[in-house]
């Protein structure tokens, strides 16, 4: 007889299923829900970026899984411009089908094994990728609490998702030297980069020459368009870095099947072209969080970090459920920190991402 262990078995419970009843109790309110859970963007895609996707729809044969030649000129003209980093070459771009994707097959697809370290406070995705992998997870934020043994990868996030908190330079190249010599894989989600809100304290890529020194030797930044150009529905992302690393990826997505569909590439270059198109963007979110802020400070709030990202790390020093059910009886949907690790269990996540018009609810419910 054969046996199997389900691996959905294994793998964490899924978080949002947690917040059913907190959602039914925020959406009975008299004058509908306001949602600031997920951080799923509510605006529209840029006339320029659907235009491009409408254009290409004609397109019937397979794509490539490295992206067409256009698309990784774009992706690596768009960090240099954008990020400050290091000069690319194609050998080390790779587009993927959403970061979220990306991010749950890494340690697998590069044939990770043993502990996999993850920030104390983490996207959820990160444990559901060591886990899928049949790794061994530790939370850490420090490599002075590491221990004696060396991991064979490891997550970072700046800014951070949930907690917004951007990693300096100092920080950023003690991680990268120390993962170049012990030969660790180092992955960086940096998803958020172009969302930062502090200007003395901008974030800042791995692949940044302040940061690496050109060297990109088991580096590998994680970037995303879901955010900064609203084409969470296009699932369109791409990793970057270390070239030797980046060409066993593609080797194994080729045989996996994982293809950007070309009008989403077309759409994609589109996005990295269009400057003007994110800098609206972040200019709209940046007012959405003003609002956000003074309502939640005005309420009693403590905002912690939220330099940077679509989210405020807030706080009423109490357990987080209380104060999903606080939110939730005013017809308020937010996330709770102990979906990100045990030490969330006082925060909330609070995403910017709902129309201005709930975002002013949301201000008088609070008011």
Not at 190 to 201: A, F, K
Request: hydrophobic letters at 40%; glycine letters at 8%.
């Amino acid at each position: 007889m054969t046996s199997r262990t389900p691996l959905a078995s294994v793998l964490p419970d899924f978080p949002w299923d947690s917040l059913a009843d907190a959602k039914a109790k925020a959406a009975s309110h008299p004058d509908g829900i306001v949602n600031l859970s997920v951080g799923t963007p509510v605006d529209p895609v840029a006339p320029s970026i659907q235009i491009a996707l409408s254009e290409a729809a004609g397109f019937s044969g397979y794509p490539q899984t490295i992206g067409t030649k256009g698309l990784r000129e774009a992706i690596k003209a768009a960090l240099l411009r954008r990020y400050n980093m290091t000069e690319l070459v194609d050998a080390s771009v790779l587009p993927v089908v959403g970061t979220k994707e990306a991010i749950a097959l890494l340690p697998f697809a590069l044939g990770i094994s043993g502990t996999v370290v993850i920030p104390e406070v983490a996207y959820p995705t990160y444990e559901v990728s060591v886990v899928a992998a049949g790794c061994t997870v530790k939370r850490s934020d420090s490599l002075l609490k590491l221990g004696p043994e060396i991991p064979s990868m490891m997550f970072i996030n700046s800014p951070s998702n949930p907690t917004g908190k951007v990693l300096g330079i100092p920080h950023l190249r003690k991680v990268v030297k120390w993962a170049q010599e012990n030969n660790v894989i180092l992955a960086a989600d940096e998803c958020y980069l172009g969302l930062g809100w502090d200007d003395e304290n901008p974030p800042i890529s791995i692949l940044d020459p302040r940061v690496c020194d050109g060297d990109h030797t088991n580096l590998i930044a994680i970037h995303s368009l879901s955010k900064t150009s609203n084409l969470a529905s296009y699932r369109a992302g791409y990793l970057v870095g270390d070239q030797t690393l980046i060409s066993e990826l593609t080797e194994v997505r080729k045989n996996l099947g994982l293809m950007v569909p070309y009008p989403i590439q077309q759409a994609m270059i589109a996005a990295l072209n269009d400057d003007d198109q994110e800098a609206g963007q972040k200019l709209i979110y940046a007012k959405r969080r003003a609002k956000l802020m003074r309502a939640l400070l005005e309420a009693g709030f403590t905002i912690d970090d939220s330099e940077a990202g679509l989210y405020l790390w807030a706080t009423r020093g109490e357990p987080c459920r209380d104060t999903v059910d606080w939110f939730a009886e005013r017809g308020i949907l937010v996330a709770p920190g102990d979906f990100y690790g045990p030490r969330g269990t006082e925060h909330v996540r609070v995403a910017m991402t709902e129309t201005d018009e709930r975002v002013d609810a949301l201000f008088s419910r609070l008011s």
